[in-house]
């Protein structure tokens, strides 16, 4: 299966980044909560689960080893447009709730 990958759109700031993703999740998971813990991480809750949302020299998204179930350890967006936002903010709500994997 061919999957079409759009050309790099305009690459987001991390707060747009991280609201972009928030958003996201929140359209599959209206009752997520998200913390900004400073300028440079994000921490997205539901249920007992957590993911982070960090700036560094890319931007990360990260998953508490403790909960881990899977093996998404973590994820990284160098590209940090809406075409890899939407993605991940549908990655996370499959990470979250299984009724939203692909």
């Known amino acids: 299966m061919r999957t079409d990958v759009p050309p790099p759109g305009?690459?987001?700031?991390?707060?747009?980044?991280s609201?972009?993703?928030v958003a996201g999740v929140r359209a599959f998971l209206p009752d997520v909560r998200a913390a900004r813990k400073g300028a440079r991480v994000v921490i997205i809750r539901h249920g007992d689960?957590?993911?982070?949302?960090?700036?560094?020299?890319?931007?990360?998204?990260?998953?508490?080893?403790g909960e881990m179930k899977t093996t998404m350890a973590s994820l990284?967006?160098?590209?940090?447009?809406s075409f890899t936002v939407s993605n991940l903010a549908h990655s996370i709500a499959g990470y979250f709730d299984s009724r939203f994997t692909r």
């Open 49 to 65: 689960r957590e993911a982070r949302l960090e700036a560094g020299g890319s931007f990360w998204i990260t998953f508490p080893a």
């Open 19 to 21: 609201a972009a993703i």
């Open 76 to 81: 990284v967006d160098d590209r940090r447009d």
């Open 10 to 17: 305009k690459a987001m700031t991390f707060p747009e980044w």
